[in-house]
Antibody
Framework: QLQLQESGPGLVKPSETLSLTCTVSGGSISSSSYYWGWIRQPPGKGLEWIGSIYYSGSTYYNPSLKSRVTISVDTSKNQFSLKLSSVTAADTAVYYC????????????WGQGTMVTVSS | DIQMTQSPSSLSASVGDRVTITCQASQDISNYLNWYQQKPGKAPKLLIYDASNLETGVPSRFSGSGSGTDFTFTISSLQPEDIATYYCQQYDNLYTFGQGTKLEIK
């Protein structure tokens, strides 16, 4: 079955860029039916959608993060990636990648999540 | 942007109890509302989509209802494995989650 797996550094210095990759296995990222998204969760807090991408490269972002976020896709590797620039301690969180339907808004398959700490 | 307000923020109930969580949207979102369960250290799991549709494989004791601005999530008979935090999420305009409801066993 379809699985998603996040990867990337667990520690990032303040003012630097956080970079994560989500690898999709058991299915194609090029499906016309789905978008691929990033969601984060600070320790002990709730969920925040960061942004989503279609296999064609079309993206949309949370307005509160838009100026610092770039999401890209590599269909040849069945991966999509997140870059978050100028990070601060407030960006410390578990970062999840997830799939959602193009025609709907339910995040139906999630990665296990990866903890990223912003600290010098 | 659309704000989602869940209540209560925490809830203690006994095994077998009927449990209800509410979610209110700051504007009309039709039925564009989903519910998730998150257990400690785990990713959220989709339970209910489009306000009232049960995701495949989810036990029938879970249900959802509502439209417009007011929504309800119900567990008809609480089981020990239902201990988790529950989130609502709207997708009428981008994606926003409620702040969560932490469910504990009494």
């Amino acid at each position: 079955q379809l699985q998603l797996q996040e990867s990337g550094p667990g520690l990032v210095k303040p003012s630097e860029t956080l970079s994560l990759t989500c690898t999709v296995s058991g299915g194609s990222i090029s499906s016309s039916s789905y978008y691929w998204g990033w969601i984060r969760q600070p320790p002990g807090k709730g969920l925040e959608w960061i942004g989503s991408i279609y296999y064609s490269g079309s993206t949309y972002y949370n307005p509160s993060l838009k100026s610092r976020v770039t999401i890209s896709v590599d269909t040849s590797k069945n991966q999509f990636s997140l870059k978050l620039s100028s990070v601060t301690a407030a960006d410390t969180a578990v970062y999840y990648c997830a799939r959602h339907e193009r025609a709907g808004g339910a995040f139906d398959i999630w990665g296990q999540g990866t903890m990223v700490t912003v600290s010098s | 942007d659309i704000q989602m307000t869940q209540s209560p923020s925490s809830l203690s109930a006994s095994v077998g109890d009927r449990v209800t969580i509410t979610c209110q949207a700051s504007q009309d979102i039709s039925n564009y509302l989903n519910w998730y369960q998150q257990k400690p250290g785990k990713a959220p799991k989709l339970l209910i989509y489009d306000a009232s549709n049960l995701e495949t494989g989810v036990p029938s004791r879970f249900s959802g209802s509502g439209s417009g601005t007011d929504f309800t999530f119900t567990i008809s008979s609480l089981q020990p494995e239902d201990i988790a935090t529950y989130y609502c999420q709207q997708y009428d305009n981008l994606y926003t989650f409620g702040q969560g409801t932490k469910l504990e066993i009494k």
